[in-house]
């Protein structure tokens, strides 16, 4: 027992310090005149460098206390039941596209040689999955000044191979959710919204204000530094749909439900030996 009330005590002792040296040293100065604005720089308080150090004293290395909070409030931010955090942006997308080829999701799952509509300007990472898992991306254009897809060509890029549509909302300006969304309905395709660039957005759809990312059936986020918020590298997956959080949730911790992709390594291997 008195182990334990030293330990408190010296943890108090610390994250005093802690608060100590934030009001010294890490106390952002008013802007003057001249004074160099850096870009993507991090702002934070006190609060959080004495969280930042708290989680450090526990040295609990993998996701833990912290990591349950944050991903229960995010989603109840975010107006959804279901958010997995992972180590990035890229990764959550990764994530996002994989569990769509989960054989749990049966002829809806994505498979190798289907289509998948996206844009030719946007973020390498968003397009990756769907080439490293051997489907096909489908380009269209974007539009200028708004840099993102133009809705007006969905109709032409549709072929019956067509299984998803997965797009960015481009630096914090959605993209036409409204007639993506609808598209998307009319064929029964699949939507990962990129949300990296976009958290807080808000959209009304069908009169409902709805924040982007969470219109979608699947939503991703990325926490590293030039984002609205960071924890230097990290990134979430966000969802509505409960068999998808449960494909996510497996995928993410080592893949109880495999993916096509694993399951035909998996049986290549077998088959090998
Ligand atoms: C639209 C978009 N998607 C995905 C990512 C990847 O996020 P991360 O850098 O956390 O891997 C970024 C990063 O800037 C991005 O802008």
New binding site residues.
Partial sequence: MAESIDKEESKRHILQSVAEYYQAFMVPQPYENGSRISYASRVFNEQEMINLVDSALEFWLTSGRYTDQFEKHFANYLGVPYCSLVN???SA?LLAFMALTSPLLNERAIKRGDEVITVACG?P??VAPILQFGAVPVFLDVTIPQYNIDVSMLESAYSSKTKAVMI?HTLGNPFDLQAVKKFCDKYNLWLIE?N??SLGSQYRINGIEKFTGTVGDIGTS?F?P?HHMTMG?G?AVYTSDSLLHKIIRSMRDWGGIVSVLQAEIIFAGIALT
């Fill in positions: 990035s942006g890229s997308n973020f990472t968003t960015a990129d990296c660039d990325s590293y030039p590298e990134g």
